[in-house]
């Protein structure tokens, strides 16, 4: 059995607003196994940025986490618990623990510091001790590991391409040897030829350095190649998970199936493909049933009325109803 | 190709003069000799990364700017000048629905612009024919709504629709689906490949997603920093790519149908297009440059499934 390094349960987050909250993210729970690559993957809407945000606490108002608990197990100590964590307490987590790479690293970076000042900046903030030239050694290492030639390292953002930057933004998160780092979209802004490069520093400093990672995206037919299993969001609620190869070859859920059938193949032979009829579900006003319901070919009388659960079926996990007879049976 | 195009692109360069960070003037490279034609019934891909060139192609063809050199030819005439009998001809949809339709006005009021401003009628039952086209029904209930109640794939077919509005025989699509929710982009190449069935309208559409290129596309045309690599037939150009340009970009695309990842890629970017590599700009990059490739941008050379491509490697072949 693989250890387990998070631990989500229940979690809910709501916008908050003068017309009433809106929940954004309903229930969510889920493991995360050390080492491993989750995909979080849904439409715009879904609740995945917003979960990732309120994993790594960095939820700004009006989006607030309303319930639920998120366990860090770390290497060394004891289980934390990061809901309810003060902002002080989770500093000394903060790179060293968990690390964050964000969609637009034009925006996390700081455009008047050079990179060797922001390398600088995470080091010291977790070893006060550290000499210059052990600073300048980290920093050349850390670029060289994805690809950036270590003079770089003298660059400011503006003066570097945006899938450096985006290197860069992954040297940096790893600059503290964290046992998560979270990836919202990370490589959305950059061309498919640096994508792939990005995605294949991922790959190859995860079976190196053994950090686990939650990585959110649209692109489900990329989280089919990259990650070890795929948790599918529709409407605030996680609907399916289960390993990546399960996934796309017999998807559970009538979601995850229309979803994976939108992405048209690179070589497979080329047929029609429909998508999904409708339009995202709008979170002020969710039918009381299942999200999906009015998109779904094959909803029945239930559907509408009960909200299906998210229970074990076969090897992964499924909420919906037309499963709930091969449920019964097991 | 001895049919006449529609709407072509012929040994067209666009150089933008600008200035630097310091003041000094500089000239962006940003097309160089490139050869491009729209067939009417067909839909062209034009595929590469950002920076590549291609919206500023699209925009050369529209006529939004001047070509540096060449020529845009409509029906095989020299194109005089951008003005409403060429938009009656040629029409743009472009890559964000939120911002390209009239945000204050309903639905009919910003196609019946469109009928009036190209002396076409613009009645109900018109306007419901255009919304009826595009696959937006009930059309009547979508003709009152205002652009903010609708939907990004709703909005994009109401940008297709008021397109349609003048009887264009050219449609040029500038990524008209990558800011689409997932689910709902297949419907509006559905569509799009239901205007190139139904209304024989000749199509480009412009994208960096060679999974969609292929789905929809007859042809495909690969450009890489302001150069064109290599063009024909789709499923020829993604199956067996002759130039290592598009070969890098099939394998470097998402397929779930792969068994593993692969993450052979080369490291690189492309070039600066105000200081380009001479000869193919591609050449710094190329696993098999020689010696010519610096030296001279290589002739087209034709292949037996209707590829061609402009490479050094087939050249001595010949």
Sequence with gaps: MTETLLDVRALNVDYVSAAGAVRACSEVTFQLRRGEILGVAGESGSGKSTLIMALVRLLRPPAVTTGGEVWLHPREGEPVELVRRSEKQLRALRWRSVAVVLQSAMDALNPVARLSAQFADVLKTHDRKITKQRVAERTAELLDMVGISPDRARSYPHEMSGGMRQRAMIALALACDPELVVMDEPTTAVDVVMQRQILGHILELRKRLGFSVVFVTHDLSLLMELADRIAIMYGGRIVEVGDSADLYGEPKHPYTKGLRDSFPPLRAPATTLHGIPGTPPDLRNLPPGCAFEPRCPRRFADCAERRPELLTVGRGQVACHLHDRERANV | ?318
């Design chain 2, 1 to 318: 190709m001895s049919e006449v195009s529609l709407l072509a692109a012929q040994d067209v360069t666009k150089h933008f003069d600008t200035r630097d960070g310091f003041g000094r003037h500089v000239v962006v490279r940003a097309v160089e000799n490139v050869t491009l034609r729209l067939h009417s019934g067909r839909i062209a891909a034009l595929v590469g990364e950002s920076g590549s060139g291609k919206t500023t192609l699209a925009r050369l063809l529209a006529q939004f700017y001047p070509v540096t050199s060449g020529e845009i030819l409509l029906r095989g005439e020299p194109v005089k000048g951008a003005g409403k009998d060429f938009y009656s001809d040629v029409q743009l949809v472009f890559q964000d629905p939120f911002a390209s339709l009239n945000s204050l006005r309903r639905v009919d009021h910003n196609l019946r612009r469109a009928l009036k401003l190209h002396g076409h009628p613009a009645e109900e039952e018109h306007i419901r024919e255009l919304l009826e086209k595009v696959n937006l029904t009930p059309a009547a209930d979508f003709a009152r709504k205002l652009p903010h109640e609708l939907s990004g794939g709703q909005r994009q077919r109401v940008a297709i629709a008021r397109a349609l509005a003048v009887r264009p025989a050219v449609l040029l699509g500038d990524e008209p689906i990558s800011m689409l929710d997932v689910s709902i982009r297949l419907d509006v190449l559905n569509l799009l490949a239901q205007l190139r069935d139904e209304e024989g309208l000749a199509l480009l559409y412009i994208t960096h997603d060679i999974a969609s290129a292929r789905y929809v596309s007859d042809e495909i045309y690969v450009m890489y920093a302001g150069q064109m690599v290599e063009g024909g037939p789709a499923e020829s150009v993604i199956q067996d790519p002759k130039h290592p340009y598009t070969r890098l970009l099939v394998d470097s695309s998402p397929d779930p149908g792969r068994a593993t990842f692969a993450s052979t890629v080369p490291a690189g970017e492309p070039p600066s297009l105000v200081d380009p590599p001479p000869g193919c700009r591609f050449h710094p990059r190329c696993p098999v440059a020689k010696a010519e490739c610096t030296a001279e941008f290589p002739p087209r050379v034709d292949f037996p499934d209707g590829t061609w491509t402009n490479c050094w490697l087939y050249v001595e072949d010949e």
